[in-house]
């Protein structure tokens, strides 16, 4: 039972590998996050960062250490509930061989087609929906083969809006994209941290300026933690 609104996050002493017996891939971690507030996660390809991200929405759990949303072990979770209040955007969006409509309310019955219209609108999908043969009824092919990558990652967003989860996880937006998306997606990622936690994956400090606390990782630990003003 997640509270609604921003969520707090901790992780206490949180140890993990993939393998029993391997390296552990993040060891005795501990973070902690304010409802609201802005993470930027640095560090090298490989140092654990999307792992870091999978674990807080418990695709794997941990050897050792827990993390809690709000106070909630999220062990506790059932995982529609936490995956309700955790969202993820990563460089690859799936989308299923579905309607548009289904590919953006996820099936959730509550969200009518007037607030997943506007939500396009507000991303600057509008002359995308336009070109749509049926509208929210255009079906999708199963891995989005007919979206550009800009347009994918906007829809992406587009989901997060919709559910509106208390804390967002931004894996590596991607990278390339035409100027014009960019500025858009940079104004949806503005929007998102207005009323949410939020933890910002990134590999440069430049991406990652507007964030209040910012870690780096590397051997599976934290070696910088603090406000960037002191990086
Ligand atoms: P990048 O910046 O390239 O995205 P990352 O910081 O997100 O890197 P992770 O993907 O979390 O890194 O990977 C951390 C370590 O765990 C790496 O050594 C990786 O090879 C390993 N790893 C990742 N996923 C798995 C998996 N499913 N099974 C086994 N090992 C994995
Ligand atoms: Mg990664």
């Known amino acids: ?77 059932k995982l529609h509930e936490l995956r309700s209040g955790v969202a993820m955007v990563t460089q690859n969006i799936e989308i299923m061989e579905g309607t548009v409509r289904d590919n953006l309310s996820l099936f959730d019955e509550e969200i009518n087609d007037a607030e997943i219209l506007s939500v396009l609108k507000e991303l600057g999908l ?4 336009a070109s ?52 858009r997606i940079e104004a949806a990622i503005s929007r998102l941290l207005e009323e949410r936690t939020c933890i910002m994956i990134a590999h440069r400090l430049s991406t990652v300026q507007r964030a209040d606390q910012i870690l780096i990782l590397e051997n599976g630990q934290i070696v910088e933690n603090g406000p960037r003003a002191e990086l």
Not at 25 to 35: E, I, N, V
Not at 126 to 129: A, C, L, T, Y
Not at 144 to 169: K, N, Y
């Open 1 to 77: 039972p997640l509270p609604a609104g921003p969520l707090s996050v901790q992780f206490n002493g949180l140890t993990f590998s993939y393998e029993a017996d391997g390296e552990p891939t993040l060891r005795h971690l501990d973070l902690s996050l304010k409802p609201g507030q802005t993470l930027g996660l640095l560090g090298r390809t490989g140092s654990g960062k999307s792992t870091l991200a999978r674990l807080l929405l418990r695709f794997y759990d941990p050897q050792e250490g827990s993390i809690e949303l709000s106070g909630v072990d999220i062990r506790d979770c």
């Open 126 to 129: 509008e002359e995308w929906f």
């Open 132 to 183: 749509l043969p049926d509208g929210l009824d255009t079906v999708l092919a199963s891995g989005g083969g007919s979206l550009s990558a800009g347009e994918a990652q906007l829809l992406a967003f587009a989901r997060v809006f919709l559910s509106d989860p208390g804390l967002v996880i931004l894996d590596e937006a991607s990278s390339r994209l035409d100027p014009l998306t960019e500025n």
